[in-house]
């Protein structure tokens, strides 16, 4: 992989920097929500790290329960219970991206090498590479909702930058 993939990761090129996004967010402003939009950016922050931690964890060799239900990857909560729980999931955010970064940097064998399938039932496996690139998408994904939510509240761009048209 060259570094497109670590470009996009973090909001390089046509991408959103997620870690950037959620900088200097105030806990009450992550659990906000809009009417008619079912999640908060607490509620999308949570539910991508779950999905990072199972994909690395998947690629660790672990087995881990596929959800029966979509909703099972998204916390309950609306809103964080504190400032010091919200830092810490942003942190964890920064550093699940981080560890997908580093294995986009693995060799080309290893890149090759496949990832058991994602649930009990027995289905095709991925190379590495493709579940990397299907992580990044889902984070894609949602951190344009994040960007959305961030907008109606009138905290869009970030400070530290970030396309705003």
Request: a negative charge.
């Amino acid at each position: 992989m060259d570094a497109t993939f670590r470009e996009l990761l973090r909001g390089k090129k046509a991408h959103v920097d997620p870690v950037a996004s959620l900088a200097d967010i105030p806990a009450a402003t992550a659990g906000r929500t809009v009417a008619g939009y079912p999640h908060s950016v607490w509620q999308i922050v949570g539910h991508m790290n779950y999905w990072m931690d199972y994909e690395l964890r998947r690629i660790a060799g672990e087995r881990p329960t596929y959800p029966e239900l979509a909703v099972e990857s998204w916390p309950t909560s609306v809103s964080p219970a504190s400032d010091d729980e919200w830092r810490g999931e942003r942190d964890r955010l920064a550093a699940l991206i981080e560890k997908l970064a580093d294995l986009s940097e693995s060799s080309p064998a290893a890149l090759e090498a496949l990832v058991d399938s994602a649930n009990e039932t027995p289905g095709k496996p991925y190379s590495l590479e493709a579940v990397l690139w299907q992580t990044l998408v889902h984070n894609s994904y949602h951190a344009g909702q994040i960007a959305l939510l961030l907008r109606c509240f009138g905290l869009w761009p970030p400070k530290s930058g970030s396309d705003s048209w």
